[in-house]
């Protein structure tokens, strides 16, 4: 379904009954609201609704151009909200979306019930800047994702999950290749500056910090930094796991999140 916001589309999905508390996700960069398919039919089953957004320029959602910031992403969800006469959410964001997670607690915390910021960071990572700018020059010489889309998924995925599960292993790859050039380089753009450390500590909505033990993008312990800034905040570690614990180990990571969303509903 499509949303029209400042004159582009926005896609999203939203399935559950209309009266059900309302969990709203946001996925990471190069990838869509698909990566929450392991998650959908368990909320269902536990009586919420479910709200998935595609960030701008992934999935359906139509790419803006220039350099985008966490406030301007934070604002597109807000936005959607809006429109979708939505007052509250309990928020789930994962990689860059655990950063719009963070920039929507600092300055929209009034629309969120509870967060769940997963495999994320605080801020920009120190030294990381070369890194990032490889991978921006990469994008913009193939004007595409493919030549990254290895390297990517590798960061996301222990070798173990391909060989169990291939099929959506390569699904996952081909919605990294299908992220449209824009759209990583507008989001790339906005992790390379950001930093949230210093203004955790004011947060006061109910935030749990979850991260793949093995993931070395986002590493533990600097999600386990997160969580211990934010006043009251939970840390939990999905073992044998990278950047996307949710799809590497669902029947882990499942139970963590209904057990939260279940406190807080």
């Known amino acids: 379904?499509?949303?029209?916001?400042?004159?582009?589309?926005?896609?999203?999905?939203?399935?559950?009954?209309?009266?059900?508390?309302?969990?709203?996700?946001?996925?990471?960069?190069?990838s869509d609201g698909?990566?929450?398919q392991e998650q959908v039919p368990i909320l269902l089953g536990a009586g919420f609704r479910v709200l998935r957004l595609d960030m701008r320029g992934h999935g359906g959602s139509d790419p803006?151009?220039?350099?985008?910031?966490?406030?301007?992403?934070?604002?597109?969800?807000?936005?959607?909200l809006d429109a979708l006469g939505i007052d509250t959410v309990h928020y789930i964001g994962l990689s860059i979306g655990g950063m719009i997670g963070q920039a929507l607690l600092l300055d929209h915390g009034q629309r969120l019930r509870s967060a769940m910021l997963c495999d994320t960071l605080p801020g920009t990572p120190p030294g990381s800047e070369a890194t990032w700018d490889e991978r921006k020059t990469a994008v913009r010489q193939a004007n595409g994702l493919a030549t990254i889309a290895d390297?990517?998924?590798?960061?996301?995925?222990?070798?173990?999950?391909?060989?169990?599960?291939?099929?959506?292993?390569?699904?996952?790859?081909?919605?990294?290749i299908g992220t449209t050039p824009q759209g990583f380089l507008g989001c790339a753009a906005a992790i390379q500056s950001f930093n949230f450390e210093d203004r955790l500590h004011t947060i006061k909505v109910p935030?749990?910090?979850?991260?793949?033990?093995?993931?070395p993008g986002t590493p533990p312990d600097r999600n386990r930094l997160i969580a211990a800034k934010i006043p009251g905040g939970r840390y939990e570690e999905i073992k044998n796991a990278r950047h996307l614990p949710n799809v590497e180990h669902p029947e882990v990571f499942n139970p963590v999140m209904v057990s939260w969303l279940r406190q807080n509903r």
């Open 207 to 215: 935030t749990l910090v979850v991260c793949g033990d093995q993931d």
């Open 1 to 30: 379904m499509l949303l029209n916001i400042d004159g582009r589309r926005v896609y999203y999905d939203i399935v559950g009954p209309d009266s059900a508390p309302i969990v709203c996700f946001t996925h990471s960069l190069s």
């Open 64 to 80: 803006v151009a220039g350099d985008y910031t966490m406030a301007i992403l934070a604002g597109d969800v807000v936005k959607a």
């Open 34 to 36: 698909g990566m929450w």
């Open 151 to 176: 390297g990517t998924i590798d960061r996301w995925f222990t070798p173990a999950f391909k060989d169990r599960n291939p099929a959506r292993w390569r699904q996952i790859r081909d919605t990294i």
